[in-house]
């Protein structure tokens, strides 16, 4: 399952700029990236050129969504899904999904694009673990979670050590969604889970080489 982290800011501060170096980075760097974008508009036309998710594809996005509130390309009903809910549903294959916007996503990190001084989100909105900004003002933000915005690279390096440790070391085996909610499991119980489904599957004999099992249950509420 990736990781998800969302870049925030007023509209015209940079976002997708910033956002298209960023994942040209972590393309270079090795990972699979996705992209989910939140707009307020209707009716917009998907993947024209110059269009910010043109830019994105552009700059070598493995998987791009655009979230609207009446629609979602893959041309699916938006249905108000969390950005949590989207990435784990529709780009579960990628290492990490970055979003732009989501300014209220819950138990999501957020990095604040920042122009101008009087447009600032981080006293309005929870889990900004960074800013990026060419302003030279009194943030009360560490140095090292405080970037200029030509310095994306940077900002790709910063996510990779907070993020991505653990896809390098390939350690998370087992993934549990529940209600589209990652719920945490310790190593051990990712084991018995693994090992209890995989053993089952395999009785079924249905591949000869198993490398990935995904399982979706729907409980029926009335049991």
């Given amino acids: 399952m990736p990781q998800i982290i969302t870049f925030i800011g007023w509209h015209n501060s ?14 270079e760097m090795g990972y699979r990236v996705g992209v989910v ?14 269009s910010d998710s043109y830019l994105h594809r552009q700059a070598g996005a493995d998987s791009v969504l655009f ?4 629609q979602m390309v893959l041309m699916t009903k938006q ?25 209220h996503a819950g138990h999501v990190a957020k990095i604040e694009v920042v122009r101008d001084p009087g447009q600032q ?28 915005l030509n310095e ?25 969604l529940v209600n ?3 719920v945490p499991l310790k190593e051990f119980v990712q084991e018995a889970l693994a090992g209890t489904v995989a053993g089952f599957v395999r009785s079924l004999k ?14 029926d509420r009335d049991k």
Avoid: Q, W
């Avoid at 940079?14 to 972590?26: E, W």
């Avoid at 991505?164 to 085996?173: C, H, I």
């Avoid at 249905?206 to 409980?219: F, G, M, Q, S, Y």
């Fill in 14 to 27: 940079g976002k997708t700029t910033l956002v298209g170096r960023i994942v040209a980075h972590l393309k």
């Fill in 152 to 176: 994306s690279r940077k900002i790709a390096l910063f996510i990779e050590k907070r993020f991505l440790d653990d896809v390098r070391k390939g350690t998370e085996r087992t993934v549990l």
């Fill in 79 to 103: 249905g108000n899904r969390s950005l949590t809910s989207i990435a784990h549903r529709y780009l579960a294959d990628c290492d990490i999904v970055i979003g732009e916007g989501f300014k």
């Fill in 37 to 50: 974008k939140s707009s307020k508009e209707e009716g917009i036309v998907f993947d024209t050129p110059g």
């Fill in 206 to 219: 249905c591949a000869a080489d198993i490398d990935k099992i995904e399982l979706r249950i729907k409980l």
């Fill in 67 to 70: 979230a609207a509130p009446d």
């Fill in 121 to 148: 989100l981080r006293n309005e909105v929870h889990g900004v673990i960074a800013v990026a900004t060419d302003l030279n003002m009194n943030l009360n933000i560490g140095s090292d979670c405080l970037f200029r």
């Fill in 180 to 182: 589209d909610d990652k």
